[in-house]
């Protein structure tokens, strides 16, 4: 079973930038598809972006093409969520997740999340 432990959260103003940070464990992270998503009170968890185990395929949900980047280091175990030019409607709590298949949401493991508040 792998353990997944974001970090790096926090409060922003808008057009900053944070690095989220999810280090796995107990697991194969070098062969697994990696992903982020988030959730606000009230809706559902989305698709943020997601990255191939080989790093060489990344996608991305429209809202965030431009500004994030996600990235991975299979030395250390680690996923990146670089976030730049933020906005208050990016405001959420935010998900480490493994995935089944590069090519879809299916998730297999979560992490705890990790709160991001963008606002003046």
């Known amino acids: 079973q792998v353990q997944l432990r974001e970090s790096g959260g926090g409060l922003v103003q808008p057009g900053g930038s944070l690095r989220l940070s999810c280090a796995a464990s107990?697991?194969?992270?070098?062969?697994?598809?990696m992903g982020w998503f988030r959730q606000v009170p009230g809706k559902e968890r989305e698709f943020v972006a997601a990255i191939s185990w080989n790093a060489i395929s990344t996608r991305a949900v429209d809202s965030v093409k431009g500004r994030f980047t996600i990235s991975r280091d299979n030395a250390k175990n680690m996923v990146y969520l670089q976030m730049n030019s933020l906005k208050p409607e990016d405001t959420a709590v935010y998900y480490c997740?493994?995935?089944?298949?590069?090519?879809?949401?299916?998730?297999?493991?979560w992490g705890q999340g990790a709160q991001v508040t963008v606002s003046s």
């Open positions: 107990g697991g194969t992270f070098r062969g697994t598809s």
């Open positions: 997740a493994t995935l089944r298949v590069f090519s879809n949401n299916d998730v297999r493991y």
